[in-house]
């Protein structure tokens, strides 16, 4: 029998579905069906060509994939929270460390992970990218990144609750509600009876439901109630502005709750600055764990979000409403934990 198999001359050459079909002695449709468990195809047949394929290194194309499923393979990772309080000048932080984790459990899908970062002109990029769905970060009310990604037919879900809708997108609960318990909780356990809370300016859900949780648990306990906000893109400084207008007005704060770590370095810098003493005087925790909170002077107390498995389990609600199963309108993720430092901690003051 003479060997059909192609023969390496000069430069390697790119095996091609038509190599395998000569090779196996089968149509190009008997390979496509082989490859790709379609069709009627004799058992014994489509082993063999896979088994050919095999041999001959073949490796189907990008672009003849697409063309057969009808898909991009990709999704894009988005965010409307600003690097001041996602990232900060080092890039790192919260946004950096879901986007990580989303990659590593996208590929394991065989998704690429395409990052579309705050910034103006972010809806444009969108726009132009070929995806086949997208993961919102926190997303603001009214948010114009879901609404570009809306008026395109592409498939979300978003990390936290789209906020102020009764129909929101398929989300990953990020137990916020939970997570202000914990932090309220803590604080008032270290004898700590004037807490204040400071929150983003933004309509965000992980917002709404701290207030909410810091009004019930203040009004339960009859604790006074003072609530400041700033604005994200300040960052550090907003926080500091904020702290300073909340310990301007209620100078018998000694604990605040600030769920964004940026802010509630902020307001650190600015009690320290004043005179007032961390923890001794005014104790400060805040949600997320990461960069800010570990090196912060004192370091914060902080909240494990687990948010290796938020950003896989997100992913996987994309992926099976990206494949046509959409019975799952939300998953609830992780419990958060508390991690206690010297910033809140009673044997450190």
Do not use: W
């Amino acid at each position: 029998m003479t060997d059909t198999r192609p023969r390496a001359s000069g430069p390697q050459q790119r095996i091609t579905i038509h190599d395998v079909a000569r090779a196996a002695g089968v149509s190009l449709t008997t390979v496509s069906h082989s490859l790709n468990d379609r069709g009627v195809v004799d058992p014994l047949t489509r082993e063999r060509v896979k088994r050919v394929a095999q041999e001959l290194g073949y490796r189907a194309s990008v672009r003849a994939r697409r063309l057969q499923s009808g898909r991009a393979n990709c999704i894009a990772l988005v965010s409307s929270m600003p690097f001041a309080v996602a990232g900060g000048t080092s890039r790192l932080g919260f946004m950096m460390e879901v986007a990580a984790i989303a990659a590593e459990a996208a590929m394991a899908r065989g998704l690429g992970v395409v990052l579309v970062p705050p910034l103006d002109g972010a809806n444009g990029l969108l726009d132009s990218l070929d995806i086949d769905g997208a993961v919102v970060i926190e997303p603001v009310a009214g948010d114009t990144h879901l609404a570009a990604l809306r008026q395109r037919g592409v498939d979300v879900v978003s990390i936290g609750r789209e906020p102020g809708t009764d129909q929101p997108l398929p989300f990953v609960d990020l137990q916020s509600a939970y997570t202000a318990h914990l932090l309220l909780d803590h604080l008032y356990a270290q004898g700590r009876r004037e807490i204040g809370l400071l929150i983003g300016a933004s309509r965000r859900q992980s917002y709404v439901e701290t207030e909410q949780a810091y009004r019930e648990f203040t009004g339960g306990r009859g604790l006074p109630c003072h609530i400041a906000t700033a604005q994200e893109h300040e960052g550090e400084a907003g926080g500091a502005a904020a702290c300073a207008a909340l310990l301007g007005a209620h100078p018998g704060i000694d604990a605040l709750c600030v769920p964004v770590d940026a802010f509630a370095v902020g307001a650190v810098a600015h009690a320290r600055a004043i005179g007032r003493r961390v923890p001794e005087d005014l104790m400060v925790a805040t949600r997320y764990d990461g960069i800010r909170a570990r090196t912060a002077q004192p370091p914060l107390t902080a909240v494990n979000l687990h948010l290796e498995r938020v950003a896989s389990l997100a992913v996987e609600l994309l992926f099976e409403h990206v494949s046509g199963n959409r019975e799952r309108g939300s998953v609830a993720g992780p419990l958060p934990e508390l991690i206690v430092r010297a910033s809140s901690s009673a044997s450190a003051a």
